[in-house]
């Protein structure tokens, strides 16, 4: 799967999932909540597609990722091109993490 049919699906899950929690599963005779406000769906599904962001390109050098050559750092996987960037990264994460789409918000 490339990125943006990785990322299309990561939008109808989302969809998906919104749709059942606003809804319910068909058939559920249980009484349910109210659905929430369109414009708190609209934007809870802005949030969960902003989430959705995926790296492509080495923070240090800015060249194309290698997927096996990687760091955890706040609970995101950071992507580099090569093993020197990924120490180049650790000697100061703070440096190269605007550059990173998973910690955009």
């Known amino acids: 799967m490339n990125g943006g049919t990785k990322r299309i699906t990561a939008l109808v899950v ?35 597609v902003a989430g959705v962001a995926e790296q492509t390109t080495c923070p240090v050098m800015e060249g194309p990722i290698n997927k096996d050559i990687f760091v955890e750092h706040e609970g995101q996987k950071v992507y580099f091109c090569c093993e020197p960037c990924k120490e180049k990264f650790q000697a100061d994460p703070e440096q190269y993490i605007a550059k990173l789409p998973q910690f955009k918000k």
């Open 14 to 48: 989302l969809a998906s999932l919104l749709l059942l929690t606003a809804f319910g599963p068909a058939g559920c005779k249980k009484k349910s909540e109210p659905a929430p406000e369109p414009n708190a769906t609209a934007q809870g599904l802005k949030d969960a």
